[in-house]
Structures are given as structure tokens and as C-alpha cells.
């Protein structure tokens, strides 16, 4: 192999590698939120079921209409053991967009030991789980400043 060919094969190689760290840096620079994320609102509250707390499963908050500007974005919750819930739209309990929601609560028993993959039955009516059927609506207000609660009494 004389020189001119080494020179030839470095140079495909430093651009290889060149064309390789360009394309990995506009990869990372997309995933790490160099936009900016729509504005949140803060949103907590407690869920009950005939006055008793419901101490596990997950809230989620479907849009219906997001605020002008806002993303067709869900936001959930889990369900603490005292019923409460803080909701996540991007991550870390950041909250919700602006807009109004059809509100679902999704619950289901312990797992047992003896069959833990059988379907677990709700604690909750069936009704809730469903956006169309549960009947439970929230409007997250865009001039909202600081943490809005919001209690969901969950009824037969």
C-alpha cells in the first residue's frame, strides 16, 4: 500500500468519523429539549370513591380542547394511598397544559400470588376508566398562577 492510498483511506475515515459526531450532536441537541417546553400548570388534588380515599391506580387527564398554542398532550397522575395525585405532562410532576380535559380514573385490585397475571377488578366503577362514559371534566386556565387542586368525589 503506498502513501497516497493510506492518505486516501484517512481521509474517508476522518470524514466517516467527522459526518458520524455531526449527526450524533443534532441527536442529542433534538432529545434534550432545546425547544422550549409549553407552559404547565401545576395540578394536584385527591381522589375518593363514597368518601373513602381511592388508594391506588392512576388519574389521567385526555384534552378535549388544549389552549391556542398548546400540544394534544395527556397528563397523569398515580394515585397515593390517601387518594391524592400530582400530574405529570413532560416528567417530574410538572403538571398540565392549559385546556379542558375528559378526566379517567383506572384502578384494579392486588395481585395475587397464586395468579399474578389474571385481570385485577377495579375498585372504582367501570364508568370512570372510560373518557366517553366518565363524566368527570376539568378546565386547566392559562392564566392560573401557582398549584390548582382539583378533587374528583367518584359516585356509583
Known sequence: MNSSSVRRIAARLVSWILGISVSLALVVAGCSGGGSKPTTIKVHGKVTYKGQPVSEGTITFQPTKPAAGSPNRPAVGALKPDGTYEL??????????????????????????????APQPSKTPLKYADPEKSNLKATIPSSHSGALELNFALED
Open 88 to 117: 405529570s405532562t413532560f416528567g417530574g410532576g410538572d403538571g398540565a397544559v392549559p385546556g379542558d380535559y375528559a378526566v379517567t380514573v383506572r384502578t384494579g385490585g392486588d395481585i395475587s400470588i397464586e395468579n399474578p397475571n
